[in-house]
C-alpha cells in the first residue's frame, strides 16, 4: 500500500479483555515499531521487528503485551487481560531496512479500556 | 542504550516568531530525523540528516546535524498557525545489533498564537 495502515482506528474494550491490533506496513520495508503514546506525551517505545532478527522487545511494560510478525509484513499487537492504564493510541511504524530508518507512521489505533 | 534529551518540552509563541529546539545524545548517531504530530494523527517526517554538520532546509524549516554526532537542532522561521503540533527528533545509531532501532526524544509541544 502507500503508506502505513493500522486497523481498527478506535477499538472500545471492557476491563479484562484480550484485543489484537493490526499494523500493514509500507511494501517492501523490512522494519516495523510498535509505540504507545499516552494522552499529550511522547513517544513509548514497544517492539521493534528487523528483517528475520529476533524482535527487539524491550519496551514491552509487561508479560501481557506480546507482539509477532508473520512472513515479514503484517504485525499483531496483542494485550491480554486489558487494564484501563492500557488506554492509549497505539502506533506501527515502519522502515525500509536497517541502514535505512526514515520511520514513516501510521495513524494509529486509540485503545479504550473501561 | 541511547538517550535523547530533547529542549523545549514546549513553547508559546506569537505568529510570525522564529523557533528553535534541539536534542541531544548521550552518544553518536548516523542519522537524525525531525517528525511533526498533529492531533489524531501519526507522527509525519519533516527532514532527515545523513552527515556531520548537515544543514537541511524544507520550506521554513532548518535543521541540522552537529559537528559531534550528538546533537540536531530545528529551526522554524516566521511560524504560522498551522505549525501548532508535537516536533519529535529521532536518532538512529552507529553501531548495531538490536541497537539499530531509532531511538525518540519525549517531544516539543508547540503552540503559535495568531
Known amino acids: 500500500g502507500a503508506g502505513v495502515s493500522q486497523s481498527p482506528s478506535n477499538k472500545v474494550t471492557e476491563k479484562g479483555k484480550d484485543v489484537e491490533l493490526r499494523c500493514d506496513p509500507i511494501?517492501?520495508?523490512?522494519?516495523l515499531y510498535w509505540y504507545r503514546q499516552s494522552l499529550g506525551q511522547g513517544l513509548e517505545f514497544l517492539i521493534y521487528?528487523?528483517?528475520?532478527?529476533?524482535?527487539?522487545k524491550s519496551g514491552l511494560p509487561s508479560d501481557r503485551f506480546s507482539a509477532e510478525r508473520t512472513g515479514g509484513s503484517v504485525s499483531t499487537l496483542t494485550i491480554q487481560r486489558t487494564q484501563q492504564e492500557d488506554s492509549a493510541v497505539y502506533l506501527c511504524?515502519?522502515?525500509?531496512?536497517?541502514?535505512?530508518?526514515?520511520?514513516?507512521f501510521g495513524q494509529g489505533t486509540r485503545l479504550t479500556v473501561v | 542504550g541511547q538517550q535523547l534529551n530533547q529542549s523545549p518540552q514546549s513553547m508559546f509563541i506569537q505568529e510570525g516568531e522564529d523557533v528553535s529546539m534541539n536534542c541531544t545524545s548521550s552518544?553518536?548517531?548516523?542519522?537524525w530525523l525531525w517528525y511533526k504530530q498533529e492531533p489524531g494523527e501519526g507522527p509525519v517526517l519533516l527532514i532527515a540528516?545523513?552527515?556531520?554538520?548537515e544543514l537541511t532546509s524544507n520550506g521554513r524549516l532548518t535543521a541540522q546535524f552537529g559537528i559531534t554526532r550528538k546533537d540536531s537542532f530545528l529551526n522554524i522561521s516566521a511560524s504560522i498557525p498551522s505549525d501548532v503540533g508535537i516536533y519529535f527528533c529521532?536518532?538512529?545509531?552507529?553501531?548495531?545489533?538490536?541497537?539499530?532501532?531509532?531511538?525518540f526524544g519525549k517531544g516539543t509541544l508547540l503552540t503559535v498564537n495568531p
Open positions: 511504524a515502519s522502515s525500509l531496512d536497517w541502514d535505512r530508518p526514515e520511520a514513516f
Open positions: 511494501s517492501g520495508h523490512t522494519a
Open positions: 521487528f528487523q528483517g528475520n532478527s529476533a524482535p527487539d
Open positions: 552518544s553518536i548517531f548516523n542519522t
Open positions: 540528516l545523513y552527515k556531520a554538520g
Open positions: 529521532a536518532g538512529h545509531p552507529v553501531s548495531g545489533g538490536s541497537n539499530y532501532k531509532l531511538t
